[in-house]
């Protein structure tokens, strides 16, 4: 699972890292406590050429009766089955996207409760997690954007905090993933694997991430214990 994750890259410096062209005027502050219905940069095939737009954390399907019914529950889409959800197939044939962060929390559990870990790369470099979207029509004609995040089962760096991870892509594999036009299910569930175990690590963080009002830097901090 993926419930909660950084982003400290401003628009700028996305565009760049994407090649992509922003889709109307936004500002990406530094978000160090991403939550369920943020709105958060994604990048997209937008005919042809990649697009750098907004969208709000929580996918609502095409179904769903309004858009506060159950795009906080569809934060995440599981890679094995998203050829077969209703909620996923048809954003997984023709709306992938992408979802530019730095890291990820995780929390493990123990005898005195849940401990938060922040999970990245070395260099803390931007990370490309593979995801869906969606443009649901409210009753008024105007569209909420919406998007999920695909996860993986864990590999074995990962499996110590948690049993699933953020499926996550290289450079390379952008093209092929944004484009609508290549719906092979298998060619592109090659895609989604878990990550390799060195390429990424974890570290224990304090507790003041577990409540989504509190953001800054210091949330990524290393967990100092005073009496240790």
Known sequence: MCGRYVLNAA??????????VPDGMFRAEPNYNVAPSSMMPIVRDGDGQRSLSQSRWGLIPPWA???????YSMINARSETLH????????????????????????????????????TTSDGSLLHFAGLYELWKESDGSLVDSFTIITTPANTTIRELHDR???????????FWLDPGNSDPDALGDLLRPWPDDAISFYRVGTEVNNARN?????????????G
């Open 215 to 227: 953001s800054g830097a210091h949330l990524t901090e290393p967990y100092r214990d005073l009496f």
């Open 84 to 119: 077969e959800k209703r909620s996923f197939s048809g954003a997984f044939a023709s709306r992938r996207c992408i979802v530019p962060a730095n890291g990820f929390y995780e929390w493990k559990r123990s005898s005195s409760g849940k401990i938060p870990h922040y999970i």
């Open 165 to 175: 991870m953020p499926a996550m892509l290289l450079p390379e594999e952008f093209d």
């Open 11 to 20: 628009v700028e410096e996305l565009i760049k890292k994407y090649g992509a």
């Open 65 to 71: 009766k309004g858009s506060g019914t159950s795009g």
